[in-house]
């Protein structure tokens, strides 16, 4: 089992950042993918970004050139860096791994104002 912690959500107005940040309980270098996904009320959950074990990562296209993932090893921890973020960006934002089935955190509201 993964248990994952999100943190880092919040309020921001149009054009500001804000970093998300998911903590793994094992080694995140045993698991094969983690990403961030999103979740809008009325809408389906889609990927936000996604980063492999080796560090290759793909983007939805409505974030490309605004967010960016990464991983720290050695905090077992994934961050998604969001910049120029819109009002079509809130959501609420859960991160997910892949280790022998998915995982998901419990999620944290992201709130873009216009």
């Known amino acids: 089992q993964v248990q994952l912690v999100e943190s880092g959500g919040g309020l921001v107005q149009a054009g500001g950042s804000l970093r998300l940040s998911c903590t793994a309980s094992?080694?995140?270098?045993?698991?094969?993918?983690m990403g961030w996904y999103r979740h809008t009320p009325g809408k389906q959950r889609e990927l936000v970004a996604r980063?492999?074990?080796?560090?290759?990562?793909n983007y939805a296209d409505s974030v490309k050139g605004r967010f960016t993932i990464s991983r720290d090893n050695a905090k077992n921890t994934v961050y998604l860096q969001m910049n120029s973020l819109k009002p079509e960006d809130t959501a609420v934002y859960y991160c997910?791994?892949?280790?022998?089935?998915?995982?998901w955190g419990q999620g944290t509201q992201v709130t873009v104002s216009s």
């Open positions: 980063i492999t074990s080796g560090g290759n990562t």
């Open positions: 997910a791994a892949e280790y022998y089935g998915i995982y």
């Open positions: 094992r080694n995140i270098l045993r698991i094969n993918d």
